[in-house]
């Protein structure tokens, strides 16, 4: 038996969904690291995810202390795998966790902003801004006039509230063509989204075709 026989054993059948997937969370994970807002969920593909993590570590607690060398060849492979798997989803979940924090109020009266949050997000956001806001009024907005301690004041015509800067450059690359054009607001400049192109552009003209996941952010 050569290495790609053991290496077709671990795989099965089930290589090209498990192949998707990771390849499905690779994007996801880079996707969520460069765009300045939080994107939605992907729940069916966490489920997935977290369920492969599940039955690797059960599967590497079974076998541990077997000492035929087959065994020991796919438990190396399996915890390297579950590791990389481990990375992705702690990384992309602390991706997600910095913009909940960084923008906890503008999530939380946005609703469409908050249904992009899993349950367990959204159980953070209220925990996480109800502990900010006792913590910012014991401090010091005790001491201020009623009138001034609100967190979400627009007095003047300017927001407290901090948002997602929607016009930072992004880099996108196409992942299918699309009829209609990309026109930049403000300008008379429009550019056709083609499979493969690459684009360095304004997130906000980019943001459809992102949420539509008709191009990925690299």
Do not use: C
Not at 142 to 161: E, K
Not at 183 to 191: A, M, Q, R, S, Y
């Amino acid at each position: 038996m050569d290495i790609d026989d053991i290496l077709a054993d671990i795989d099965g059948d089930a290589v090209s969904q498990e192949t998707r997937d990771l390849q499905d969370l690779t994007r996801a994970w880079v996707t969520e690291r460069v765009a300045p807002e939080i994107l939605p969920w992907p729940e069916a593909l966490m489920e997935r995810m977290m369920e492969k993590i599940r039955q690797q570590i059960e599967l590497v607690e079974t076998q541990t202390g077997n000492m035929d060398p087959k065994t020991n060849f796919r438990l190396i492979i399996i915890q390297t795998e579950l590791e990389r798997i481990k990375f992705l989803v702690r990384s992309f979940l602390r991706a997600r966790l910095a913009k909940i924090d960084r923008h906890a109020l503008y999530i939380l009266t946005n609703p469409s902003q908050r249904s992009r949050l899993s349950t367990s997000e959204q159980s953070y956001l209220t925990a996480h801004q109800s502990l900010l806001s006792n913590h910012y009024h014991v401090s010091f907005l005790s001491n201020f006039p009623t009138q001034l301690q609100r967190l979400d004041d627009t007095a003047g015509g300017i927001s407290m509230i901090e948002q997602p800067d929607l016009d930072t450059a992004v880099f996108v690359r196409v992942l299918r063509d699309v009829s209609e054009p990309v026109v930049i607001e403000g300008t008379d400049t429009e550019f056709r989204l083609r499979r493969g192109d690459v684009h360095v552009v304004r997130y906000s003209v980019i943001r459809e075709a992102v949420l539509a996941g008709d191009v990925e952010l690299i």
